[in-house]
């Protein structure tokens, strides 16, 4: 790593910083407009984001550096953290009054579109703050889609290079380079993004409430503006709505584009789309039934199960109602949901369905080598084989996810924190799920009760998974540091 890389790292993030402070002024002349006294803070925190992004981009000279993946690891480690450093700003020094680790927990959660809180109160908050929350989640959404679709398949991080070709067959012609896709990908999270508001208004959500939690939904972050979550609206069509749209963050966003390039081709070999529908497909009936058997009605154990099995496997973190309460087996549902998540390219986190699906296939070829060892069984996945490198780059990630999950889960019961709500903390926060499943940090509770070091480290938790851990591990290495 040289000098002139890292001041390079530095001139993207004085960039980034740039952005965010504009994005600031939003909530700021919300605020203003409506004379709320907050809008001062926005304002006061974007002069000080963009002094200091200015700053890092002034301090920067010459050409850039040959693009290495050592500068990408490095970048998008520290764009994360330094992005949530600056975004704390506004909560930190407005009428909320949060300390530095309350407010940076938050920002975290937002930009990683975890959704945990530490807030309270909701119902009842500035318009700037709840909006300011929405666009964490919102614009940490498209940081995950072009991180996903551009930058991990180049790092070669868990497995994620399988989809190095995912787009070949409509960019050798439409989308050329990796900026246009991007561009394309971010297009399409945008459409996404206004039809969910416009549906949720049409089904009866408010449009300052409409606009929030399409930008929530379609980054499957899970702020909202209420309290008791879009339980308070209790409407089935509200529901209806927010479930297609969860869903749809958690597909690949270029298999939209794909859909309008090609057509009907788009659904060939598309392995990830299908597994992950027929698991929330089980799922749901799973939960369902459960329900049914502990004496709730069929439609409403229908409609709690098909919203909040949704919510949880997306990644999203809406709730309906406290599923904690379901009983045993829905919590243990619950929590194996947190380690599936969506599918890679999306806006969903955890381990991602792909990954599943490519272990199963590697475990059975195994299994049928053991009775005919001499036969030749290559493992494949969506058409194309699926090679060594590949396999032990995905049993990596496996072992380093399991590994850090008990650590970090071991580190919250240090404090003091009871085992569920330790264990499903951090599961939630890899997952960047949002609820978690015990007394202290259930989906009718925020995470505000929990010890200072315990939110640091769901907050690590949080960034580790966003940024699948082999990227922030790498920056360990000490060759990573030699030239």
């Not at 709840?130 to 072009?146: A, F, K, N």
């Not at 787009?167 to 991007?182: M, N």
């Not at 973190?317 to 087996?329: C, V």
Request: glycine share 10%.
């Amino acid at each position: 790593m040289t000098a002139k890389s890292l001041q390079f790292v530095l001139f993207i993030n004085g960039i980034l910083l740039c952005i965010l402070a504009t994005v600031m002024l939003i909530p700021a002349a919300v605020d203003g407009f409506l004379g709320d006294s907050d809008w001062h803070v926005f304002t006061l925190s974007s002069a000080t984001t963009f002094a200091a992004g200015v700053s890092l981009v002034l301090a920067y000279r010459g050409d850039p550096p040959p693009s290495g993946s050592r500068s990408g690891y490095l970048l998008t480690a520290v764009s994360w953290v330094l992005t949530a450093l600056f975004g704390s700003l506004p909560l930190m020094f407005s009428s909320l009054n949060l300390s530095f680790t309350d407010a940076f927990f938050e920002t975290m959660s937002g930009l990683t579109t975890t959704g945990s809180t530490v807030l309270s109160g909701l119902d009842s908050m500035a318009p700037g703050l709840l909006l300011w929350r929405s666009l964490l989640q919102w614009i940490g959404g498209v940081g995950i889609v072009v991180m996903a679709i551009v930058l991990l398949p180049a790092l070669r991080v868990g497995g994620m290079e399988l989809f190095r070709t995912e787009s070949s067959d409509i960019s050798e012609k439409t989308v050329p380079q990796a900026y246009r896709l991007a561009g394309v990908t971010a297009l399409v999270y945008l459409g996404l993004s206004v039809a969910c508001a416009i549906s949720m208004m049409a089904a009866g959500m408010g449009p300052f409430d409409a606009i929030n939690h399409a930008m929530t939904t379609l980054a499957t972050g899970g702020y909202s503006t209420k309290d008791s979550s879009v339980g308070f609206f209790d409407s089935v069509p509200i529901e209806v709505v927010t479930e297609v749209f969860m869903v749809s963050g958690a597909l690949p966003l270029i298999f939209y584009a794909r859909i309008i390039l090609l057509g009907r081709r788009a659904f060939q070999n598309e392995w990830q789309v299908g597994g992950f529908l027929k698991i929330l497909a089980v799922t749901i009936g799973l939960a369902a039934v459960w329900n049914i058997t502990q004496g709730m009605p069929v439609g409403q154990a229908i409609r709690q199960a098909a919203f909040n099995v949704t919510s949880i496997l997306t990644d999203t973190g809406y709730a309906t109602t406290d599923f904690g309460t379901w009983g045993s087996f829905a919590i243990g549902l619950f929590f194996v949901l947190y380690f599936i998540g969506g599918c890679a390219g999306s806006t969903a986190g955890a381990i991602k369905v792909f990954r599943w699906q490519i272990l199963f296939a590697s475990a059975r070829r195994q299994i049928r080598l053991m009775s005919s060892p001499h036969r030749v069984l290559v493992v494949r996945y969506a058409g194309r084989p699926v090679g060594p490198d590949m396999m032990e780059s995905v049993r990596n990630f496996f072992f380093l996810y399991l590994l850090t999950f008990m650590a970090l889960a071991a580190g919250v019961m240090t404090t003091g924190v009871d085992f569920l709500s330790s264990t499903t903390a951090i599961a939630q926060a890899m997952a960047n799920a949002g609820p978690g499943l015990g007394p202290l940090v259930g989906p009718a509770t925020t995470f505000a009760a929990l010890p200072a070091v315990a939110k640091w480290l769901i907050a690590v938790g949080m960034l580790l998974g966003r940024l699948e851990l082999a990227t922030v591990y790498v920056l360990f290495a000490g060759c990573y540091w030699r030239r």
